[in-house]
């Protein structure tokens, strides 16, 4: 009796649970790779540009992009910066369009004698439109002024 | 007079804890938390920004502000908000032709410390580590110098180092058995002696 139930048991088992346990994953598709699915070129372009398009964008929202594409590996390109600008002068920040192109400038790295006066040659129509003068025609290029070390304020 | 004791180490205890929480504020949420007796208070340290405007997250959302390349955007704006600095927020809304450089630039220093440059410039502090390192180095070089020229030699030290005791000294330890293996080839242990 014991060892009827047992194998019937058995049987159960092997034709139920486990083959639907070993079936099933093998339905189931899913990506198995880490972090978020990448962009292309185009579709980051583009999602950058919409996100500083929005017309209700806020001051919270385009720092918190400025700060993202300041840690990506990559050069926003000119109509990222263009639109980012333009959110800038809705937003009434003037400081933040400047902080961006230095950043920008950053970005560019050793190569900035390259790549830095061809954006600037691309987005100088938007400059000129807005009225946004570069870190260098402020002279930010150069160090303006020291700060005393934190240490040795009283 | 015990109570009295306990009452003046309390009111020591409160104190460094009132002077730990102005002078470390960052520290100021933990301290408050381990040191307190009464219910927990968890706040934001919205209050050490002061009069400044809050314009974004910053690095980890606390309202401090950071300059650096990985963030060029932090929290808060750098100065405080005046009579100044506001008619010009004023006039930063109309056309931004109209700024002069100067205006744009007060206008950047209202809302950021340094630039880039400024970040860049390098710092002469390795001349001072430099400095103060190498008179490090001079003041215990010159201690140790100064005490070896001052302390007598021991007055066996002759005698330890002659010929005849330091072989006598590795006899007595093949004698002993430690270092099997590694005994010497060239010596003989039966004639206790170089071989020939």
Known sequence: ??????????????????????????????????????????????????????PNIDGWEIRTAM????????IP????????????????????????????????????????????????????????????????DKPELAIQNVEDMQ | MSCDCLQQLSKIRNNMALNLRTKLPQLAQTMARQMSSHEIFYHDQRELCGGREIVGHGKTGKYTYYDGHDLPFPAIRFRPDDAASKALREKEKGDWKKLTIDEKKALYRHSFCQTFAEMDAPDPEWKAVLGFTLIGIAVSWGTYLTFAAIMPEHPYRE????HEVRTASEQRRLDAGTHKDLMFKGWDMEKRAWKE
């Open chain 1, 1 to 54: 009796m014991l060892r009827s139930a047992a194998l019937r048991l058995h049987g159960v088992v092997r034709s139920g649970v486990l083959q639907t346990a070993v079936r099933s994953p093998v339905a189931v598709q899913q990506r198995l790779s880490h972090g978020k699915p990448e962009l292309s070129d185009e579709e980051f372009d583009r999602k950058y540009v919409d996100f500083f398009n929005r």
């Open chain 1, 67 to 74: 700060n993202d594409l300041a840690r990506m590996d990559l």
């Open chain 1, 77 to 140: 390109e000119p109509k990222i910066i263009i639109a980012a600008l333009k959110a800038a002068r809705r937003l009434n920040d003037y400081a933040v369009a400047v902080r961006f192109l230095e950043s920008v400038k950053d970005k560019c790295g050793p190569k900035a004698h390259e790549i830095y006066p061809w954006i600037l040659q691309e987005i100088r129509p938007t400059l000129d439109e807005l009225g946004i003068s570069t870190p260098e025609e402020m002279g930010y």
């Open chain 2, 159 to 162: 005698f330890f180092d002659s």
